[in-house]
């Protein structure tokens, strides 16, 4: 036993239907050694793990892929776990009665760090994880659950999930066709699949290592003709400490992967997880703790739930409304709202056989992996190329469980996450009706990456540091509770739109962008492809051709700049609106790591602005838009009080912004 622990618990429960059957609570500690926030006082955490049945006959889960192939119980249920973190009130009296559920990103909690701005953990238990306090003087319950079974155990207390393995009705192993790509920016000779900064997921195994019908090819960009790589010269590998390795889920090149090059690689692969019960965990998890349960540790505490997530996690909660499980087997809210930010216009690969939850799709890589496909609208929509027809929240609108959604993104969706369609039609031509219960927010400038050092990384220009998660965030959060509570409508939704020549094409985008010296801007940017992995992906999850045939694109559009080529619309925070700088979504490649010039993934850009009058340089300078430090506080001031009152930030973050801005003295000589 932990020697912090306070009890270990085993309760079953009896189910008619899919549920928590059992917790176990591992430990349950003060959170912060008892620190106070506020009228909400004193904190816990509880954590441990979940165990839950799924009943395959229930309609509620007739559309997890492969269901009916995993193992059952002797009462013909599937069984699987999820790993859970609680932090809730002491006294629950003293809480507001609203449960945050944060959807972790590859094992990840972000919820603190993002809303809070604490120092970010896996384990959060002190003062520095706490931050600001923000989530805790509100009174929040929050909740994190293994829903992944991707993310691998790497010591840093990432969440996990036991989900299991599909097997054939004879208990032999499924297999079939599966597709990974590779990009480096530097030269490596190894690489696992699917790896990434966040972590290495659990990739299905090849069913053997020499797996002869296996194919990889290299091309250096994505409109130019693949060529295959000789058998000889890669393998199913690892090179660790120059030693090759036999591994059946890393690849190794003997030349070494060139930098910037894209290396495709179909092989047969062996023993997919049932990712889909993932989703169903997460439903369940949440009703568990919102509507009560034997053992339960949040029990009769909580009124109304929200969900969060971050990128991946955003398109996780867009994908679980899309497969309409907002409502549990008992027909009961899961959630009330959602926050989805920055998740463009995708779902995921969070449903389907062999998928990964990991991929996406952006204009350099990710194209062939379907993981932003059509309905991308959450309303009606016709495809014209298709012919088909679809509505990313119609299972919610036909179970009457449509929750209060905010989508929140940045000028970086727009140019690498297709993020136009979100509130277009297909074609690009005109802007869709929105949902009354839907909001879309777009802050104008911001990188998907959030606001950080303004180095350059792999980039030709620094990247961005404009901050914008915590101050708009927690506005927004604030604005949902009281949309769900009280009925108050939340803020207009602010996004570019066609028909107010806010959201353009490209080539319209190169007429307004001012010439900068040494700055070009795009040549292209993402336009997901319409593709077909065969006729049942779309009825069962499974995919018959890998990679899918690639159709044509989908049409997306970027948004209008001014003189200073900043955006014109969307949330304009103080630093767009009085600018000392252009803010772009959008960033290029450095050619030391490959691919030079072209997008550069989910990084943003920051263009100071001169000084002193520079001939070269069409935007105007620091001291001919402001005379004076007064004239410039004044402008930022009004900039900051107008954010204020229509409800895009709170008084604190008010406040805060404008004691920064008054550090700054660009005027003394």
Sequence with gaps: MKPCCLAILFFMLVPASAEVIRIQIDVRKPFA????????????????????????????????????????????????????????????AKGSGSL?????????????????????????????HAGNGFLFRQGYSLLWTGWNGDVAEDGSGRLLAGLPVARMKDGKPVTGRSYVEFSVDERVYSRFFFSSPWGTPKAYPSVSLDNKDALLTMRANRDEAAVEVSREDWAFAELKDGKLIPNRTSLYVKEGFKPGWLYELVYTARDPRVSGLGLAGLRDAVSFFRHGGSGN????????????????????????????????EKDQAVFDGAIIHVPGSGKGLFNYRFAM?????????????????????????TDPVTGRKGDSLARLRKRNAMPKIFFVQTATEY??????????????????????????????????????????????????????????????????????????EPPDSR???????????????????????????????????????????????IADQVPPKAGKSYRTLVPAVDADGNERVGIRLPEVEVPLATYTGWNLRDEKYGAGGMLAGLHGGYLEFSKDKNADDPRQSILERYASRDVYLAQFTDAVLDLQRQGYLLDEDAVRMLNEAAERNLWEK
């Design 357 to 381: 939850a990991t991929v996406y799709g952006t204009y350099r890589r990710g194209n062939l992996s379907p993981a932003d496909f059509f309905p991308f609208a959450p309303m009606p929509q």
């Design 495 to 541: 996004y570019p739109r066609i028909d107010d020549g806010t959201l353009v094409d490209l080539e319209t985008f190169h007429k307004q962008f001012p010439e900068i010296p040494n700055v070009t801007p795009p040549e292209a940017h993402y336009q997901p492809l319409r593709l077909d992995p065969g006729a049942r992906w779309f009825s069962e999850g």
């Design 100 to 128: 945050l559920y944060d959807v972790h990103n590859r094992g990840n909690k972000l919820a603190l760090w993002t809303f809070n701005e604490g120092e970010r953990s896996n384990e959060p238990s002190s003062m520095e």
């Design 415 to 488: 140019w690498s996450r297709a993020a136009s369609l979100l509130h277009t039609d297909v074609e690009g031509k005109k802007d869709s009706k929105i949902d009354p219960n839907v909001r879309i927010y777009s802050i104008a400038g911001a990188q998907h990456l959030g606001g950080g050092k303004s180095d350059k990384g792999i980039c030709q220009f620094p990247r961005s540091p404009l901050k914008h998660r915590g101050p708009v965030l927690r506005a927004l959060l604030v604005a949902m509770d009281d949309w769900v509570r009280e009925g108050s």
């Design 297 to 328: 540790p949040a029990m009769g505490t909580l009124d109304r739930a929200y969900i969060f997530g971050i990128s991946q996690s955003g398109r996780l909660i867009h994908h679980f409304f899309y497969e309409g499980l907002n409502l549990n």
């Design 33 to 92: 050694d008892g620190a106070r926030f506020g009228n909400t006082g004193a904190y816990e955490t509880v954590s441990g793990r979940l165990f839950f049945v799924i009943d395959p006959e229930n309609p509620a889960n007739e559309r997890i892929t492969d269901l009916n192939l995993a193992d059952q119980n002797e009462n013909g249920q599937v069984e699987f776990w999820s790993d859970f973190f609680l932090i809730q009130p002491v006294d629950p």
